[in-house]
């Protein structure tokens, strides 16, 4: 079964670093999303991503943020001048549709900023 | 605004019982869609279960059932038969269906953890 992929499963970085995620939706869908979950806490919107412009984006996602599709296959965040409140799993998902079509997320990586 | 609260923050259940996972949303839309999510321990997030507003029976998936009362504003998740397997966080989650065929987030609870013990 087609599956999202993230690369890679732990990154760590220090403060004041960029990072980049890497995510490979599945191939036939066409709506991409970034979450976050803090240890142990509720799972976050960050962006909403559509016909390569950002269709939605909470407050969290703020300048330091940014998203990318540079290719026909890869979905991207990358994250400025990360902080230590950054520390979190990230997860890239995918959608065929809107309305009824399930989210489907990636393993995540978890990103630790010291 | 959206917002789904999971009022458990943590449920045990024996093997081979049932188990209800309450989730009460609110929304003013009248189409919206809730799904629930399982994430074991591994953290990866899955996709049990899908119900629609309009949806005129209850959704089920195998072991998966949702009690859907749209008068009470409620999805709860029910897990027959538990297994050990099943012993993961849960999350109640929601889409409201945009009359503009626009992009929706889906909203997520706090989720409630299950302990299923042998």
């Known amino acids: 079964e087609p599956e999202v992929t993230q690369t890679p499963s732990h990154q760590v970085t220090q403060m004041g670093q960029e990072v980049i995620l890497r995510c490979v939706p599945i191939?036939?869908?066409?709506?991409f999303y970034w979450y976050r979950q803090i240890l142990g806490q509720k799972v976050e919107f960050l962006v909403s991503?559509?016909?390569?412009?950002?269709?939605?984006k909470s407050e969290i996602f703020d300048d330091q943020f940014s998203v990318e599709r540079p290719d026909g296959s890869n979905f991207t965040l990358k994250i400025r001048s990360t902080k230590l409140e950054d520390s979190a799993m990230y997860f890239c998902?995918?959608?065929?549709?809107?309305?009824?079509?399930?989210?489907?997320f990636g393993n995540g990586t978890r990103l630790t900023v010291t | 605004a959206q917002k789904i609260t999971q009022t458990q923050p943590g449920m045990f259940v024996q093997e081979k019982e049932a188990v209800t996972l309450d989730c009460t949303y609110d929304t003013s839309d009248q189409s919206y869609g809730l799904f629930w999510y399982k994430q074991p321990s591994s953290g990866e997030m899955i996709f049990l279960i899908y119900?629609?507003?309009?949806?005129?029976q209850n959704a089920t998936e195998g072991r998966y059932s949702l009690n859907f009362q749209k008068a009470r504003k409620s999805a709860n998740l029910v897990i027959s038969a538990s297994q050990l397997g099943d012993s993961a966080m849960y999350f109640c989650?929601?889409?409201?269906?945009?009359?503009?065929?626009?992009?929706?987030?889906?909203?997520f609870g706090a989720g409630t953890r299950l302990a299923v013990h042998p």
């Open positions: 998902a995918s959608s065929r549709g809107q309305g009824s079509s399930p989210l489907h």
């Open positions: 119900q629609g507003s309009y949806d005129e």
């Open positions: 991503f559509y016909n390569n412009e950002i269709s939605e």
């Open positions: 989650a929601m889409r409201e269906l945009l009359f503009s065929g626009g992009y929706n987030k889906l909203i």
């Open positions: 191939s036939n869908h066409l709506y």
